[in-house]
């Protein structure tokens, strides 16, 4: 009983993602090479994709002007065409035709999934005589055969048109020829550097052409170079490639199966000192590895856009599957290898670059750095502090998150344990935690030195000519309209102020801070505009019971708790003023005022924004220094 194919279904199940649009023209390429192979003309063969347009209808194209909108292609060769034996072979999905060449007998259904409509016309040689025969393809009819004829013409010729490409495929794929020729080039690329040759491959768009043996050496650095590793029993084979630098192309890894390429990623970030472009006594080039292997060719899915293989392989396939990451940990070694000479010079930048970073912007590393993984603090040296950051951070963490599990274990230790080993053991995790802890405190002193920054940025005038509002400053030193219950101790910087407010409680003493906006030359009597007035009757508030904490409740036993007023502005002449009526008594410097007031029971202090700073600055020093960060 023979089963019935429904080819609407059958399209629908097949899977071809929309940035796969151009792969069925070139499939249809390498269908072509593998026909000129079979004819026994490979090195006379003749190959002409031509892009066809719409000359009524153009869309812009990025550096290139506008475009004229693609709406189909040609593929032209002179291979040994659609005689019974191909001819048979087409019309039976899943076919075992050319299955040694790796070919899964459904390409042409990738054919429909992005155009209309295929229409071929071939001239082949059968039987002594020269035949042609002319057929279409549909999703709607399927294929549609003429009944072949001999023909006096003794020239073999096979001519497939591809109309009707799909908006969806259209909008995601490249649109001039050179990008179509860069593609193509990508994925039939294997024949080129392989030793059996390949045919002349021509683009042809208009009155351009674009020959990719011509494109191929342009491309081309130097000499590709093999070798062949083994993988579980499998083996592998690797292709070196240095393309000549030029656009915005990745060092990359290129997956292939039956001589295609089927994915590719970028290795840039999995080999030490792969980054940017590098450079060779004949100039700077990108680097490349193509990955063959029966394995592969076994694996690739029907729709060649991936493999049946996983990430990794754990448990009882551990030692029969090989998983990707097995495959790109294996390219990368030998990547190293054969990259060596070049990348000592960029690895010695890149860790020359952190090691800069930490010194200067980020000292919280320095004490634990050691524990990161070497291979990690080697990065691009023009990549920016932000991405850096992050990148330590994440190092950072990892180093901790092992620290951790190394402190359950000791903390933990079994029966058996050998008391002297199990020592050096405990005395190894205690010199990490000890590390940690002074990557900690670095970064407790390197956060004062930011908020001082800050601080010190925006009580200056700004651009345009006006100062920051005291909300800012505010939020920066102390979050308004909160108490330290409802702050994390990390967000309140009351230390610019005074040392002892870094740590405090309701029980011991009340303190007031009032912040002014920089440069404010308003105080006069009265609550609403006298600051100092304004935190000694707010204090008095407190203690007569009108001031509640965050969660409703009064603040207890504030009758008879010292009072602390602390006024941040500027002393501009009407903050002076205000001054001299409470009699407080200028500092040594003359950048602030103190004071005592008898009737509210308070001790006050005006501090104005350059003596916070530079108060902040001096208490702080010999930590900045300690640390080398610029006092």
């Known amino acids: 009983m023979s089963l019935h194919t429904n080819l609407t279904g059958r399209l629908r199940n097949t899977n071809l993602p929309k940035t796969h649009g151009l792969m069925p023209v070139f499939e249809a390429v390498v269908n072509s090479i593998q026909s000129l192979e079979e004819a026994g003309r490979l090195a006379k063969g003749q190959i002409v994709l031509e892009i066809m347009r719409n000359t009524q209808q153009q869309v812009p194209i990025e550096k290139s002007g506008a475009q004229e909108v693609i709406t189909g292609f040609t593929v032209t060769d002179n291979g040994v065409g659609f005689n019974d034996t191909n001819m048979q072979s087409f019309e039976t999905l899943d076919s075992d035709h050319k299955v040694d060449k790796g070919c899964r007998g459904i390409g042409r259904l990738l054919w429909l999934k992005t155009f209309d409509k295929a229409e ?118 690797l292709t070196h490639i240095k393309f000549r630098a030029g656009g915005n192309k990745n060092h990359s890894m290129f997956l292939c199966a039956a001589s295609r390429v089927v994915r590719e990623e970028s290795i840039s970030k999995k080999v030490p000192g792969l980054f940017g472009t590098i450079e060779d006594e004949d100039g700077e080039f990108i680097y490349a590895c193509y990955v063959t292997s029966p394995y592969l060719d076994e694996h690739v899915r029907s729709e060649r856009t991936g493999f049946n293989i996983a990430e990794s392989a754990e448990g009882v396939i551990d030692d029969v599957e090989i998983s990707l990451n097995e495959i790109r940990e294996k390219v990368v070694e030998r990547t190293r290898d054969y990259l060596s000479s070049y990348l000592d010079g960029n690895m010695k930048a890149g860790r020359e670059r952190v090691d800069s970073f930490i010194s200067h912007k980020a000292p919280r590393y320095r ?41 359950h274990e000791v903390m933990n230790p079994v029966v058996e344990s050998n008391l002297t080993t199990y020592r050096k053991q405990l005395d190894s995790y205690l010199q990490k935690a ?61 230390w610019l102020i005074d040392e002892r407010l870094a740590f405090h409680d309701y029980l011991g003493s009340i303190t007031v801070v009032e912040i002014k906006r920089p440069m404010r030359n308003d105080a ?49 002449p009407t903050v002076l003023q205000r001054c001299k009526i409470f009699d407080l008594t200028p ?45």
């Open 367 to 407: 004490s634990i750095v050691g524990h990161m993984d070497a291979t990690e603090l080697v990065v691009d040296p023009g990549i920016s502090d932000k991405d850096l950051e992050i990148h330590l951070h994440k190092q950072y963490y990892k180093a901790e998150k092992a620290l951790l599990e190394e402190g």
């Open 524 to 572: 006069r009597e009265g609550e609403e505009k006298d600051p100092i007035e304004q935190a000694l009757k707010y204090l008095d508030r407190i203690r007569q019971g009108q001031v509640k904490t965050a969660n409703g409740l009064l603040i207890p036993n504030s009758r008879d708790v010292p009072g602390f007023c602390y006024v941040v502005c500027d002393l501009t």
């Open 434 to 494: 000890k590390d940690f802890k002074q990557s900690d405190l670095a970064n407790y002193v390197t956060h004062r030195r930011t908020i001082i920054d800050l601080l010190e940025k925006h009580i200056a005038q700004l651009d345009n000519g006006k100062y920051s509002r005291e909300d800012f400053i505010h939020q920066l030193i102390m979050p308004m309209r909160k108490d330290s219950e409802q702050t994390p101790l990390d967000a309140c910087n009351l």
């Open 120 to 237: 071929v016309e071939s001239v082949f040689h059968q039987g002594g005589a020269f035949h042609r025969r002319n057929f279409s393809f549909t999703a709607q009819n399927g294929i549609q055969v003429e009944v072949p004829r001999e023909v006096e013409d003794r020239h073999v010729e096979t001519i497939l048109k591809l109309e009707g490409f799909a908006k969806e495929y259209y909008a995601c794929c490249r649109k001039t020829a050179e990008g179509i020729a860069d593609a193509l080039l990508e994925h039939c690329l294997w024949y080129f550097v392989r030793s059996d040759g390949t045919p002349n491959i021509v683009v042809k768009d208009g009155a351009e052409r674009v020959v990719l043996a011509r494109l191929y050496d342009q491309r081309m650095h130097a000499e590709a170079k093999t070798e062949s590793v083994t993988l579980k029993g499998y083996p592998f084979g």
């Open 587 to 631: 500092t040594h410097d003359h950048m602030g005022y103190f004071g005592y007031s008898k009737s509210f029971g308070a001790f006050i202090e005006v501090i104005s924004y350059n003596r916070l700073v530079q108060s902040a600055k001096e208490r702080n020093r010999a930590f900045f220094e300690q640390l080398g960060l610029p006092a």
